[in-house]
């Protein structure tokens, strides 16, 4: 067990809805990082949140958005979903951003299926 | 983005040392060289880091060639639970971090 928290765990839903994913990081921790993962990517890196700011951008769609709140936990808003948003969606927890010692603790995932 | 190269799938068998190679001719100096793995069905995990010298720890070891530009996880007994996909990365302060495609190991028993 990581100490990460991602919920929901699995999530179905239909193309042109809004889903909101939720993440509790590691008690502690003050960055927070979110990844998609679809079969034929591999790990894409969306956003990154520091103590309630975001840090750094990946290739995160303009359909999506996140953030996070003073309690430091996050969540990322996907609208308009298409089918290929169809993915497992990671978030990731460090105590600090520093590299050398910025372990990520990861997540289980959370399971989003587009129909 | 600094960038690695690892090979896609590589297999070994079970109960042997297993050497995963990570290239990385691009590193800087203040680039970091991080291992994740990530079991099937699970995030990613946290294996190993270093700067220069080789490191050991209780999962693995690493080595880091004299000039950087490569790198070697090594497991020293692998069992069926290592196969998984083994991401190397390099980390520099305000930098995203970005994964690879990694290394798929394969353990035979």
């Known amino acids: 067990d990581s100490g990460v928290t991602q919920t929901p765990k699995h999530l179905i839903t239909a193309t042109g809805q809004r889903v909101t994913l939720r993440c509790s990081p590691r008690s502690g921790d003050l960055s927070v990082y979110w990844y998609q993962q679809s079969l034929d990517q591999g790990l894409q890196f969306l956003i990154q949140y520091y103590n309630g700011e975001e840090r750094a951008k990946g290739n995160i769609l303009e359909r999506f958005s996140a953030q996070q709140f003073p309690d430091l936990h996050s969540e990322l808003n996907l609208s308009s979903l298409e089918l290929g948003d169809s993915a497992l969606y990671f978030c990731a927890s460090s105590v600090v951003i520093a590299p050398e010692n910025g372990e990520l603790f990861f997540g289980e995932g959370s399971r989003l299926t587009v129909l | 983005d600094a960038k690695t190269t690892q090979p896609n799938s590589m297999e070994s068998n079970e109960e042997e040392p297993v050497h995963l190679p990570c290239n990385h001719s691009t590193i800087s100096g203040t680039d970091y060289i991080h291992w994740y793995r990530q079991l099937p069905s699970q995030g990613p995990e946290y294996v190993i880091h270093?700067?220069?010298s080789n490191v050991n720890n209780r999962m693995a070891s690493l080595a880091i060639a004299e000039d950087r530009k490569s790198s070697t996880l090594i497991l020293h007994r692998a069992t069926l639970r290592d196969a998984a996909v083994y991401y190397c990365i390099l980390r520099r302060m305000g930098d995203k971090i970005i994964f690879g495609k990694g290394t798929r190991l394969h353990i035979l028993p």
């Open positions: 270093g700067l220069t």
